[in-house]
């Protein structure tokens, strides 16, 4: 089992920068491949990438490749999306998602474990 808590969202102006956490309880963190996905208002849930429980692979979602980029400290039990160059497009409810000894998963389906999500508003 794990826990997971999603934080550092908030408002940015068009063109700037935020970095979000997903922070998960237990031990085993450094099993666990983690997604982040978003969904805005009317919207399907969105891939917006993803890192292996290695950390030695990652994957992006098209729009956000170039602009996104996703970390682990495992010593932290932690796992970052560093999103810059942000575009009002951008703006959606961010959730982090875990499953544990799994790769990047592109799928929602194929994750386990999901935080409650944090909102990430672009505007001028």
């Known amino acids: 089992q794990v826990q997971l808590v999603e934080s550092g969202g908030g408002l940015v102006q068009p063109g700037g920068s935020l970095r979000l956490s997903c922070a998960a309880s237990?031990?085993?963190?450094?099993?666990?491949?983690v997604g982040w996905f978003r969904q805005a208002p009317g919207k399907e849930r969105e891939f917006v990438g993803a890192i292996s429980w290695s950390g030695g692979s990652t994957d992006y979602g098209d729009s956000v490749k170039g602009r996104f980029t996703i970390s682990r400290d495992n010593a932290k039990n932690t796992v970052y999306l560093q999103m810059n160059s942000l575009k009002p497009e951008d703006t959606a409810v961010y959730y982090c998602a875990a499953r544990e000894w799994g790769g990047t998963y592109y799928y929602p389906t194929r994750y386990d474990y999901w935080g409650q999500g944090t909102q990430v508003t672009v505007s001028s």
């Open positions: 237990g031990r085993t963190f450094s099993r666990y491949a």
